[in-house]
Structure formats: structure tokens, C-alpha cells
């Protein structure tokens, strides 16, 4: 193995291994010496890694923009282009933009060889049956969950009688016609699923409730398993 390439693998092991990762481990990995993996950290960082840690304590990655390109294999590219054409056929608005900005970034990020075979990748996707669109802004309901800000929406049943609800939103799914909101609902007291295109005149509250949204979420989805929509 050369330098170069024991480089590219340790990089690839510090993504992939839960930090902070001892030298001990990357020896291990790497099947070097403890002393050539502290050699090889500091050949990183000179050429632009940040890699927070040192000796003892473990080393952590901190991916920054001025790293080198990534390297994929050819089924990972392949697994890429074929996950971001689907949110691009299946996401909101916004998020099926994000996913076509994301592969001209990745493909401008790649070595030329790897980047042509981005660009003419033998698999795509497609739906001849588009999703139902959002009625809400799918981009503004993400940022709430994400900042674990509870969110007060009308919400209309299959028969088009509508509720005003506040709920604890904790994560989106996407179905193959409609996307859903998974959240703790404050009038039903339990977890619910509500259509995104069912849903109207959404406020983003300033009430927090945060740092519960993962254990929720968790929760919701064991408990949601076997129930129908609200």
C-alpha cells in the first residue's frame, strides 16, 4: 500500500468509525505501526484536513470544504445517482431542487474519471405516477423538527372536516403518493401521522421541545407500526 493510498483509507476510517478514534484502532485498520497512523494524522492536516485530538485521547474528523475530492466506487456512485434522481422525482419542491444542486456539487467535487461516470450512470429513476404535492411549506415544517419547535396547522380528515392542531413534530416519511408528518399531537394526546396535503396555514410556535425529538421519534414509529392515519 502506497502513502497515498494509506492516506485516502485513513481519511475513509475516520468518517466511518464512531469518534474519536484512538491510534490504536487505525493501526489496527490499517495494519501500520501506532507511530506511522501519528505520522500520516499530521501529513493531513498539512494538507488541509481538520482532524481535532491528539495522542491519547483519540482523533476526531471534522469534514471541511477545502478537503481533496472523495473517492466512491463505482456501485457507491451508482447508489448516488440513483438515490438523488429519486428524491428528485420524489421530494417536495425544495428538497427535489437540493437534490439536483447536490450531484452537479458532487459531480464538480469528483476526479474526471469518476465524475464522467456520474454523469453517464446506467441507473436512474422514475414515476410514472407523480406524489400528491405539499400544502404546506414541506421546507419550514423540516427546519421546525429539525429545531424541535412545535407547529400549530388546520388539518382536514377524508371527509374534509378540518381541526386546528399543535404538535410536536418529529420526522417526515415518504410514501409513494404523500408525504407524512410523524408528531406527538397535543389535542389527541398521542402520536399521529398527518398528510402533508391535507394540512393548512402552518405556524412555526416558538415553543421548544427540545432535546426529546429523537427519543419521540423513536417511540412514534414503534408505536405508529400498526396504525392507520389520523
Known sequence: MTKTERLFRLMQTLRQLPPPVTAEQLA??????????????????ALGAV??????YGFTLIEDATLPPLGFGATE??????????????????????????????????????ADRLQHAVLSAHRFAPPILPAVDAAQLRQA??????????????????TQRQVKPLGLVYFDRSTVLVAWCLLRQGFRVFRL??????????????????????EALDHLRSQTFD
Open 28 to 45: 489496527q485498520d490499517l495494519g501500520v505501526s501506532g507511530r506511522t497512523i501519528h505520522r500520516d494524522i499530521d501529513a493531513l492536516r
Open 77 to 114: 456512485l451508482e447508489a448516488l445517482v440513483l438515490g438523488l434522481c429519486e428524491v428528485q422525482q420524489r421530494g417536495d419542491p425544495d428538497l427535489a431542487e437540493a437534490a439536483g444542486t447536490a450531484l452537479k456539487k458532487l459531480r464538480a467535487r469528483l476526479p474526471q474519471s469518476q
Open 145 to 162: 423538527t429539525w429545531d424541535e419547535c412545535e407547529v400549530a396547522f388546520g388539518y382536514a380528515d377524508a371527509q374534509g372536516a378540518i
Open 197 to 218: 396535503d391535507r394540512m393548512c396555514d402552518l405556524v412555526v410556535t416558538e415553543v421548544s421541545f427540545r432535546p426529546h425529538r429523537v427519543r419521540l421519534y423513536r
Open 51 to 56: 482532524i481535532d485530538g491528539a495522542a491519547g
